[in-house]
């Protein structure tokens, strides 16, 4: 079983940065991703960063494509999201998620999930 803690959130004003980690422990990290919710609306999915068959892969929301980064860092077991040119839509609680199946991982299929962030972006 990994467990997730992330952190990094915080209160910014738009057009700001903010980056987001998450740190996992009791075993390899795997496949990460990051999801979304925001007050009233659905989960929905961020970024997400495995392996494929090609190597390292990344995959992002179009909604975020150009202005957060997705990385990780396998020797400290922990993933982050660079998250630039914030918006107000971007506020939301942001959750860190594991699986073993990099597709199932991005549908929301995920074998762990963090306790989430809060990130606030002031317009």
């Known amino acids: 079983q990994v467990q997730l803690v992330e952190s990094g959130g915080g209160l910014v004003q738009a057009g700001g940065s903010l980056r987001l980690s998450c740190a996992a422990s009791?075993?390899?990290?795997?496949?990460g991703a990051w999801f979304r919710q925001a007050p009233g609306k659905e989960r929905e999915f961020v970024a997400a960063?495995?392996?494929?068959?090609?190597?390292?892969?990344?995959e992002y929301a179009d909604s975020v494509k150009g202005r957060f980064i997705i990385s990780r860092d396998s020797a400290k077991n922990t993933i982050y999201l660079q998250m630039d040119s914030l918006k107000a839509e971007d506020t939301a609680d942001y959750y860190c998620?594991?699986?073993?199946?990099?597709?199932?991982?991005?549908?929301?299929?995920?074998?762990?999930w963090g306790q989430g962030t809060q990130v606030t972006v002031s317009s």
């Open positions: 998620a594991a699986g073993s199946d990099l597709r199932a991982l991005i549908r929301g299929n995920a074998d762990n």
């Open positions: 009791g075993r390899s990290f795997g496949h």
């Open positions: 960063i495995g392996w494929s068959w090609s190597g390292l892969t990344t």
